[in-house]
Structure formats: structure tokens, C-alpha cells
């Protein structure tokens, strides 16, 4: 979503706030490394999964389990993207910068 421009990143560090080029780099790492780990590793466990069952039928409902749960997971994403970028601007922050009794050391 960073790299195509449609949600800006936060990136806290200690150095200062990171420039556009950092995050760049940072989004083009997480799909080049980590996306592609996490895709090894679902296809592993499926593997794994597949030889514990003995017959055609349950072969066949865990490969519609399978297909059903991802479906779901990603429409799932794709629903809260959706909403979460036509709701980011109507949003007010989750903790407003005023100053209450609390913050004021008062009792």
C-alpha cells in the first residue's frame, strides 16, 4: 500500500523520522524477503498436512477447507482495507493532545 501510494507508513525510530527513500527501501524488503517466506512457509505446512490424511474424501473436504479459509482471510483484508482507507480521514486521532486534570498533576 506504501509503495503505491495509497497509505503512508509510520516508521518510529530514534534517529528521527525516516525519509521516503528509507521507506521505500523498507516496503521493497518486507515484499522481497518476508512475503515471500511466509508463502514457503504456508505451502510447507499444507504439504505437511496433506500426508495425515489416508483417504480421497478427507483430501478432498481439507482442500476445500483450505481454498474456503483463504478465501476468506483475504476478502477479510480486502473489506478492512476498503474501510479503513474511506474511514482514515474522517477519524479523529485515538488519544487527543489536551491537557486534563490528570496531565496537569491535579487531583
Same mark, same amino acid.
Given at each position: 500500500?506504501?509503495?503505491?501510494?495509497?497509505?503512508?507508513? $509510520?516508521?518510529? !525510530?530514534?534517529?528521527?523520522?525516516?525519509?521516503? /527513500?528509507?521507506?521505500?527501501?523498507? *516496503?521493497?524488503? $518486507?515484499?522481497? #524477503? @518476508?512475503?515471500?517466506? @511466509? &508463502?514457503? !512457509?504456508? #505451502?510447507? &505446512? =499444507?504439504?505437511?498436512?496433506? !500426508?495425515?490424511?489416508?483417504?480421497?474424501r478427507?483430501?478432498?473436504?481439507?482442500? @476445500?477447507?483450505?481454498?474456503? %479459509?483463504?478465501?476468506?482471510?483475504?476478502?477479510f %483484508? #480486502?473489506? &478492512?482495507? #476498503?474501510?479503513?482507507? !474511506? /474511514?482514515?480521514? *474522517?477519524? =479523529?486521532?485515538?488519544?487527543? &493532545?489536551?491537557?486534563? *486534570?490528570?496531565?496537569?498533576? /491535579?487531583?
Amino acid at each position: 500500500m506504501h509503495l503505491a501510494g495509497r497509505r503512508e507508513v $509510520d516508521h518510529p !525510530q530514534p534517529n528521527g523520522p525516516w525519509t521516503e /527513500a528509507e521507506k521505500d527501501n523498507a *516496503a521493497l524488503l $518486507d515484499l522481497a #524477503i @518476508f512475503e515471500p517466506w @511466509f &508463502l514457503v !512457509q504456508g #505451502i510447507t &505446512l =499444507a504439504m505437511a498436512g496433506w !500426508q495425515y490424511l489416508s483417504t480421497a474424501r478427507s483430501r478432498r473436504r481439507w482442500t @476445500f477447507a483450505m481454498a474456503g %479459509g483463504s478465501s476468506a482471510i483475504s476478502v477479510f %483484508g #480486502i473489506v &478492512l482495507t #476498503i474501510t479503513d482507507s !474511506q /474511514a482514515s480521514s *474522517a477519524v =479523529a486521532p485515538p488519544f487527543p &493532545l489536551e491537557r486534563t *486534570a490528570l496531565t496537569d498533576g /491535579a487531583s
